[in-house]
């Protein structure tokens, strides 16, 4: 393994060229390329030492058998965050023909994280990173203790995994290893989203349907009467829209979710997005302003779905600002693609930025993350397109839709 100063300078970014390994065999000396890192270490460990790490384990059957009446997936990893071996939960899971093609990945790549293959180093070495649950469990167990952590995978095909893991230090042959066990809570997730829909916005919407029947029932005046049917009427579009949402989103993340095409215009598209939010408690006494530039172009897409995504968009953007604040939207022809923006004057900060599209992070508390991920997952699998954002002091936060002209 990598020694205590080693270690120190690898943390500091500054990898020796040659380092040591003492195995059950003679000392090793291994190559190890300087590889920029932005986060942790990202030296590895070659295909020999691996082979030499895994057998160390393998001959211990005891051990395998209880790793395999386990129930969760567990890994056993070395100082480099490499699996070096797991339990037959894993190939299941992932549904491998067999754990050993893990053998040397991280878990990251292992899950096919949408950052595991951002820089060279593969794993625990960019920005996103440094906040990802996995690999700060990992770090922190290295220290002498056990950690347990949720963390949030969005993969390469923008499905989502929340996870729940344990990290514990484990000593073998005078060389540290990380047993790391993993289960997977995304149902548990998904009820709390879907809880928090159903009893905090569609109750809310329900309770206003219901006064306004109240109301209705006692009004005299005939005018009066008809603004509040248009009112009720307005409420229940809103409340069918909210269940219908849901109803897609889950649809979305089953890969059920049928695309139906058509031809549609992009203004009209973000005028219905308004309309739909005007009577959100989110507006509030903020400002909707569509820029007096925005071209109308003709796009063949799901006009249903990318609505949905229009809607979670401005919803974002006036969730960020405080009241008297505006949002403006705009859209024009870039190439063979039409592009939508949503901008407000506010910036995320940096920890915000690097989960904004996580599924279940929110800053606005636990459980309450579907917005930006359905974004994410409705406008890039669904619609073919593209979600990024950009924020940055004295320019405030913009996020983009990019969608081709034809799919």
């Not at 949030?152 to 929340?162: C, E, M, N, S, V």
Request: one cysteine or more.
């Amino acid at each position: 393994p990598i020694t205590g100063l080693s270690r120190k300078a690898a943390m500091s970014g500054i990898l020796p060229r040659e380092m040591a390994y003492n195995g059950d065999h003679k000392r090793k000396k291994m190559e190890l390329q300087m590889i920029d890192t932005n986060y942790a270490p990202a030296e590895r460990v070659d295909a020999e030492i691996l082979k030499q790490q895994r057998s160390v384990f393998s001959e211990e059957t005891s051990l395998m058998s209880l790793m395999n009446a386990v129930p969760n997936i567990v890994l056993i990893l070395n100082e480099e965050r490499q699996i070096v071996y797991a339990n037959n939960l894993l190939s299941k899971f992932l549904g491998l023909e067999g754990w050993e093609s893990a053998v040397g990945k991280r878990p990251g790549e292992l899950f096919e994280c949408v950052h595991s293959d951002e820089l060279i180093g593969g794993c625990g070495t960019t920005d996103s990173c440094s906040v990802c649950g996995i690999v700060n469990s990992i770090m922190d167990a290295a220290k002498g203790t056990q950690i347990v952590r949720e963390c949030r995978i969005l993969t390469k095909d923008r499905d989502a995994r929340d996870l729940r893991v344990w990290a514990t230090p484990f000593a073998k042959e005078e060389h540290m290893y990380t047993v790391f066990s993993i289960m997977d809570i995304s149902d548990e997730k998904r009820r709390q989203a879907l809880e928090r829909i159903f009893f905090h916005d569609v109750l809310n919407t329900a309770g206003g349907i219901y006064g306004l029947t109240d109301i209705l029932l006692e009004e005299k005046d005939p005018v009066e009467s008809l603004e509040v049917t248009v009112i009720l009427k307005e409420a229940s579009e809103r409340l069918m829209e909210e269940i219908q949402a849901q109803r897609q989103l889950s649809a979305a993340e089953r890969g059920d979710l049928a695309v139906s095409l058509s031809e549609i215009s992009t203004l009209s598209s973000i005028n219905e997005a308004i309309r739909m939010i005007l009577g959100h408690e989110v507006v509030g006494n903020r400002t909707l302003l569509v820029d007096a530039e925005a071209e109308d172009v003709k796009v063949i897409t799901d006009p249903v779905l990318l609505r949905r995504v229009l809607v979670n968009m401005i919803k974002n953007a006036l969730e960020a600002i405080p009241l008297g604040g505006v949002v403006s939207i705009f859209c024009r022809k870039l190439h063979d693609a039409v592009l939508f923006s949503v901008h407000n004057d506010t910036v995320m900060s940096q920890d915000v930025q690097l989960q904004i599209f996580q599924r279940s992070f929110s800053t606005k508390g636990n459980g309450r993350g579907i917005g930006t991920y359905s974004m994410k997952l409705l406008g890039e699998k669904y619609l073919k397109g593209s979600v990024w954002f950009k924020s940055a002091e004295g320019e405030g936060t913009t996020m983009f839709l990019s969608l081709p002209l034809y799919m």
